[in-house]
């Protein structure tokens, strides 16, 4: 069956940079691009960006051009956000959604905790 | 850039209760109109695509309609167990969610 894993919760602190994951299986990495979607604490869902799974490229939302990187690991099913230069607005549940036009499949998400 | 609003913010009902939540598009969005549900501590669940169509394993009693700028999910016998916010998002240009009706039991 087709899964999302991401990988787990993160305290950071500002300034600093983190690295999710999520691990894509039951389907073929590479036939459906990757969303990523952010989620603050009690507030909805606002959409970061996407990238094509076939060639790399990442694609932003204007929100998210700057301290932002979508990237892949094509060989092991996995695509990447890193967040550099963090900031106490950053903190929040991120989800990665496989895309077949609509977001069909969702990891479980990351609660990211920006903090001093 | 489109907006999309979502009515009611804040929605109480019985069970077996039909529910019918909206979502309103500030220009035509051509039917590229996807529900969610999205349940405490989980990840969104996607219910319905384009409009009216069910998603895999999603109950029948979920349906959806609409086009132009308006568009409606319905729930035709609410259950326990539908108690969640329900996001809708538009993908006629770039995307947009909506900001969600939480639905609860009354």
């Known amino acids: 069956q087709i899964q999302l894993v991401q990988s787990g919760p993160e305290l950071k602190k500002p300034g600093e940079s983190l690295k999710i994951s999520c691990k894509a299986s039951g389907y073929t990495f590479t036939d459906y691009a990757m969303q990523w979607v952010k989620q603050a604490p009690g507030k909805g869902l606002q959409y970061m960006g996407w990238i094509n799974t076939q060639t790399g490229k990442p694609t932003y939302a204007d929100d998210f051009k700057e301290r932002f990187v979508f990237s892949l690991e094509t060989s092991a099913s996995t695509a990447y956000l890193q967040i550099n230069n963090l900031k106490n607005e950053d903190t929040a549940t991120y989800f990665c959604a496989k895309d077949l036009y609509y977001f069909d499949y969702w990891g479980q998400g990351v609660m990211v905790t920006v903090s001093s | 850039d489109i907006q999309m609003t979502q009515s009611p913010s804040f929605l109480s009902a019985s069970v077996g209760e039909r529910v019918t939540l909206s979502c309103r598009a500030s220009?035509?969005?051509?039917?590229?109109l996807d529900w969610y549900q999205q349940k405490l501590g989980e990840a969104p669940k996607l219910l319905i695509y384009n409009t009216n169509n069910l998603h895999t394993g999603i109950p029948s009693r979920f349906s959806g309609s609409g086009s132009g700028t308006d568009y409606t999910l319905t729930i035709s016998s609410l259950q326990p167990e539908d108690v969640a916010t329900y996001f809708c998002?538009?993908?006629?240009?770039?995307?947009?969610f909506g900001a969600g009706t939480k639905l609860e039991l009354k």
């Open positions: 998002l538009q993908r006629n240009s770039w995307y947009t």
């Open positions: 220009q035509n969005i051509n039917k590229y």
